[in-house]
């Protein structure tokens, strides 16, 4: 069975940077991965996700150019840096497999951007 551990969320102002990590629990860490975020309310949605080398990345259009998807496959973690945040920005972020999400999510870790 496979679990994340997602950390890394907080409360940061309009234009400030944040880093998640997530780490993978797993037999193995060769799948691509991806970071999806949440609004109460609302469907999951894909962020960004990485593929096994990690030398190739894809990011949903609304955070292109201002967030960054990387791997430590030595670690097992995923990262995402998270710069020029905005307030719709603000969700629940969990990473998991890509494209086919395992039905194991962690809890997620929080981000609010406010001032």
Not at 8 to 16: E, I, K
Not at 99 to 104: A, C, F, I, M, V
Request: with cysteine.
């Amino acid at each position: 069975q496979v679990q994340f551990v997602e950390s890394g969320g907080a409360l940061v102002q309009p234009g400030g940077s944040l880093r998640l990590s997530c780490g993978v629990f797993s037999r193995d860490f060769f799948s691509f991965y991806a970071w999806y975020r949440q609004v109460p309310g609302e469907q999951r949605d894909l962020v960004a996700y990485i593929n096994i080398p990690g030398d190739r990345t894809s990011y949903a259009t609304s955070v292109d150019g201002r967030f960054t998807i990387s791997r430590d496959n030595s670690k097992r973690t995923v990262f995402l840096q998270m710069d020029s945040l905005k307030p719709e920005d603000t969700a629940v972020y969990y990473c998991n497999e890509y494209p086919r999400p395992l039905e194991s999510w962690g809890q997620g870790t929080q981000v609010t951007v406010s001032s």
